[in-house]
């Protein structure tokens, strides 16, 4: 196990089109998230997964957004009619709820590489 | 609201000089602050965290609740310090992280 993967590294597509993303968390790991980072910014919390409940969703999430993680390992993220708006790179964490603890209940979050999406 | 401030994009230094990057926050409630870092070309990993009190690579940072900042400090910065550095705030329960903007520290030979 390498760590947190996510695939594709890079994606460009048209406006209007849909793109789906992968996040594989690290084994056991039952958290995984999503951020959001775009140029000159720090990541943004898009959502947030407990073994494979939808915890948390921020209101970036619009109605064009959809994340999945049907048994509680691996993940999707799927943008609907993609706007250039979309283009940044989205970031997968996963980390533990037990073993890991770094301090009254905080697991520290391991990062993906990201996938870059650009929208044209 | 939530929110995590890094004043400075930039910061150039000299290897060897002292280095402070700037984080302050805004939270209702009592915050857990972490830096993250990220050299060129790896994923973002956790540096440090406030309630752990360590140093890490030689950096340490206080937590101050009174001027609520959390900055990130070394007293002689080498040339692999060079990265982007995040500042970042957890909620009460955990679930997410609130990131700054970061700021890029470059340390120059």
């Known amino acids: 196990d390498t760590g947190v993967s996510q695939d594709p590294r890079h994606k460009i597509t048209k406006r209007g089109q849909n793109v789906t993303f992968r996040c594989d968390p690290i084994?056991?790991?039952?958290?995984l998230y999503w951020y959001r980072q775009t140029l000159g910014q720090g990541p943004e919390f898009l959502t947030y997964?407990?073994?494979?409940?939808?915890?948390?969703k921020s209101r970036l999430l619009s109605d064009r957004f959809s994340a999945e993680r049907p048994k509680g390992s691996f993940s999707t993220l799927e943008i609907q009619r993609t706007e250039q708006g979309d283009s940044a790179m989205y970031l997968c964490?996963?980390?533990?709820?037990?073993?890991?603890?770094?301090?009254?209940?905080?697991?520290?979050?391991?990062f993906g590489p990201g996938t870059r999406l650009t929208v044209t | 609201a939530q929110r995590v401030t890094q004043p400075e994009k930039l910061l150039s230094v000299f290897k060897g000089a002292p280095v402070e990057l700037k984080c302050n926050y805004s939270?209702?409630?009592?915050?857990?602050l972490f830096w993250y870092v990220q050299y060129s070309r790896q994923r973002l990993q956790l540096l440090l965290r406030?309630?752990s009190r360590e140093s890490i690579k030689g950096f340490t940072a206080d937590l101050n609740k009174g001027e609520t900042s959390f900055h990130l400090k070394k007293p002689f910065a080498q040339e692999e310090d060079s990265a982007m550095y995040y500042c970042?705030?957890?909620?009460?329960?955990?679930?997410?992280?609130?990131f700054g903007t970061g700021t890029r520290l470059l340390v120059s030979p």
């Open positions: 084994s056991e790991h039952n958290r």
């Open positions: 939270y209702s409630g009592s915050p857990e």
């Open positions: 970042a705030l957890s909620n009460t329960g955990f679930q997410k992280l609130v």
């Open positions: 406030h309630i």
């Open positions: 964490a996963s980390s533990p709820t037990a073993g890991g603890l770094l301090g009254q209940g905080f697991y520290e979050q391991y």
């Open positions: 997964f407990q073994n494979e409940a939808q915890l948390e």
